[in-house]
């Protein structure tokens, strides 16, 4: 009997607790109880949809081989020669007739095109000495016949130079071009309001412009001979050398040309050529057979030679 437990044991300890801690124990055995059970449905669910769920939503996703992406090609890095930018670009289109090509006739009719330099030029030599021309006045007659022969002898030399390379030329290569000089505001040459042209490719722009006037060395190479051509105006910019293939130093660039130059499929000079250049050329003969018979008769006037 003595290794029996007593039964008051039992007894004392539910009488030695008080009523405030029976009831915390019971709310704690309770709140367990509870978490539990949540616990325990909470894992059920779980279980039931993973078994329930398709192996292709499965988080995270397994894996997968990467697919090669095309390369983009990237705009080329520009090449700067001086303060001029040239672009990496492919070559100029190079179709033309095999030579020698004809030279369609409205090519030929434009012979003395409109120049804003020659005009210039005229404008000094009847402003600047007009004390001579006074005193002396044949000086005036003389000036002006030899300043027509002249404006017409260089004239005419540039359109022979142009008709050649259009029966005659190749497109040249262009091995590099190099800036010699551009003209600022305190030295140099500047215009203002001056039309000029730049060459894009086979592309000519013109238009009114006023700032520096650039001089450009480009070099280019053709049949295995390397030449080069001096560009004056507007900066170069990739436009087409046309070179003689009898002799590649002589070469033009095509905003040399007072037209644009079109092709046919073929090759082969369109002939097209706008109003604005054919009424270009009308003009610019009439102002300087103007200008020579203004010279001729004043001056012929003043020395009493009418």
């Not at 330099?117 to 030899?146: M, R, S």
């Amino acid at each position: 009997m003595a290794g029996r437990d007593r039964p008051g044991s039992a007894i004392t300890s539910a009488v030695a607790e008080t009523p405030e801690e029976r009831v915390a124990r019971l709310e704690a055995e309770l709140a367990q109880a509870k978490a539990e059970a949540l616990q325990k449905e909470l894992a059920e669910a779980r279980e039931k949809e993973l078994a329930e769920a398709p192996a292709e939503a499965a988080w995270p996703p397994a894996p997968t081989e990467r697919q090669p992406q095309p390369e983009v090609e990237r705009p080329a890095e520009p090449v700067r020669f001086g303060p001029v930018q040239f672009g990496k670009r492919s070559g100029p289109d190079t179709n033309l007739a095999t030579v020698p090509r004809a030279v369609p006739a409205s090519y030929r009719l434009v012979a003395i095109p409109f120049s804003w330099w020659t005009l210039f030029a005229l404008f000094l030599i009847a402003v600047t000495p007009i004390a001579v021309w006074i005193f002396v006045p044949v000086a005036a007659v003389i000036t002006g016949a030899v300043t027509f022969v002249a404006v017409a002898f260089l004239s005419l030399q540039r359109s022979l130079r142009r008709l050649t390379l259009l029966k005659w030329g190749e497109v040249a290569n262009i091995v590099r071009p190099d800036v010699l000089s551009t003209g600022t505001y305190f030295g140099g040459t500047t215009v203002q309001n001056m039309r000029m042209a730049q060459a894009h490719g086979w592309t000519v722009e013109r238009r009114w412009y006023s700032g520096p006037v650039t001089k450009t060395r480009v070099h280019y190479e053709l049949r295995g001979t390397q030449a080069s051509l001096v560009v004056r105006g507007l900066p170069y910019d990739s436009g087409v050398i046309l070179a003689d293939s009898r002799d590649p130093w002589l070469a033009l660039c095509v905003s040399s040309f007072p037209y644009d130059l079109e092709r046919d499929p073929s090759g082969n000079w369109t002939g097209r050529v706008p109003p604005r250049a054919k009424l270009g050329s009308m003009v610019m003969i009439g102002l300087l057979l103007t200008w020579t018979a203004a010279m001729v008769v004043l001056g012929g006037l003043g020395a009493g030679l009418f």
